[in-house]
């Protein structure tokens, strides 16, 4: 078993906001390592003997944050096998550090974590928001737009420089409007904090960027910002279909709505062979309203929501796909098909049975080219005519 690995907060400013007993930790010892050598406790404490041993270097021969903070864990593990060590990180060690999470789930690491002031509660002084309203707060390195939810305030940290500015950036105008006013709040100590508001488009630029800066983003408040979120077009066919809704709307039934289905999978194929992008995105949208609305109609009779939709069809490609999540292996369409065939069966589908939907479809492409032709047709003949009546 190695030596022990003590993990340290500093808080966020200079020694006078340490608590005590973590002040007399660090005077005591000979060796410190840190995340980083920018850090008002690390300026206020260079006079003492202490060897100060930082990974600022690794950052800059690092592109990938995951392999930064693998890198900084993998040192640390190397030093501990000679001596017990300290690890000095900004704020509090349990808060927004990946290499404290890292280094606590590692079995071959025994891990001490000592306090230290989180920048949390400064950071809504500073902004003026009260948690209770909810909140998340994502890591600025590695932020997905699937874990935001614009409909609770956003803290993003380690927005250190401008190249993670960007980053986060271009993520955030995926699920926010571009004026959407956000906050580069830097030193988040009540009274102190440089607190720099701004639209979304211009927080990667003209603003001075550390290891102590991070962001706030309010959440959305205008609905018609809301209107690519999933929830709240569920939640406008819920409205819809409802007693006090549309009239058109509520008395509809899966059986009434079946020819729209048709109706407007035609509409989309005329947007497609048209090759009019706009008008493709119309008709996605008039399609992907009718299973909202057949959605809606289940939960209003109390037999299924879109959640199950949802849930059975990613149930469904991921199971489907084992050569994609899973470890099965194909080289060519027959191999995939086979694959196919064979989850298909898994789940008890009759591979013999004549499929009437192929038909169908069949039919109905057999029709659609008839009808566009005749069309095509119709319309040469007027313009002859058009053209005998002009020369006329």
């Known amino acids: 078993m190695m030596n022990k ?10 020694i006078d906001e340490l608590p005590l007993g973590i002040y007399k ?13 920018m850090h008002p406790v690390i300026e206020d404490l260079k006079e003492e003997s202490i060897e100060w041993i930082s990974f600022d270097e690794v950052y800059q021969n690092n592109d990938a944050f995951s392999n930064v903070y693998q890198t900084i864990v993998d040192q640390l593990k190397a030093a501990a096998k000679n001596e017990d060590i300290i690890y000095a990180v900004p704020g509090h060690p349990m808060i927004a550090e990946t290499t404290t999470e890292l280094l606590i789930h590692d079995d071959t690491v025994k891990v001490e974590v000592i306090g230290g002031k989180s ?18 707060m994502l890591d600025g390195t590695d932020l997905k737009q699937e874990t935001i939810n614009v409909r609770l305030g956003l803290i993003v940290t380690q927005v250190y420089d401008q190249m993670v500015a960007s980053d986060v950036k271009v993520t955030l105008l995926e699920k926010y409007p571009p004026e959407h006013q956000v906050a580069i709040v830097t030193g988040a100590k009540s009274g102190i904090a440089k607190v720099e508001w701004c639209p979304l488009y211009e927080m990667d630029y003209a603003f001075e960027l550390s290891n102590l800066t991070s962001l706030y983003v309010p959440k959305v408040t205008e609905e018609k910002d809301l209107y690519g979120d999933f929830d709240l ?58 299973v909202v609305l057949h959605a809606a109609i289940g939960k209003k009779e109390m037999m299924f929501d879109i959640k199950e939709i949802v849930v059975g069809i ?10 994609v999540f899973g470890d099965a292996k194909v080289g060519n369409i027959d191999e995939l098909m086979t694959v196919w065939n064979k989850e298909k069966e898994n789940e008890g589908k009759d591979l013999t049975r004549v499929k009437q939907e192929k038909i169908f479809a069949d039919v109905f492409l057999k029709l659609y080219d008839l009808v566009n032709n005749e069309n095509k047709t119709l319309k040469m003949a007027l313009k002859e005519v058009e053209g005998e009546l002009d020369e006329a």
Do not use: W
Not at 25 to 37: E, G, M, P, Q
Not at 128 to 135: C, I, K, L, R, S
Not at 236 to 258: A, I, N
């Open 314 to 323: 990613t149930d469904k490609m991921i199971r489907r796909h084992p050569h």
């Open 119 to 136: 920048f949390i509660d400064d950071m809504f002084t500073a902004v003026q928001y009260d948690p209770n309203n909810g909140f998340h």
């Open 5 to 14: 690995i003590t993990i340290i907060g500093l808080g966020n400013y200079g």
């Open 25 to 37: 930790k660090l005077l005591n010892a000979k060796k410190i390592y840190v995340r980083t050598l």
């Open 233 to 290: 077009l569920n939640q406008v066919m819920d409205k819809l279909v409802s007693e006090d809704g549309c009239p058109f709307d509520r008395v509809q039934t899966h059986e009434s709505l079946k020819r729209y289905l048709i109706e407007e999978s035609y509409e989309l194929m005329e947007a497609i062979d048209h090759q009019d992008d706009l008008h493709i995105i119309e008709e996605l949208g008039d399609l992907l309203l009718q």
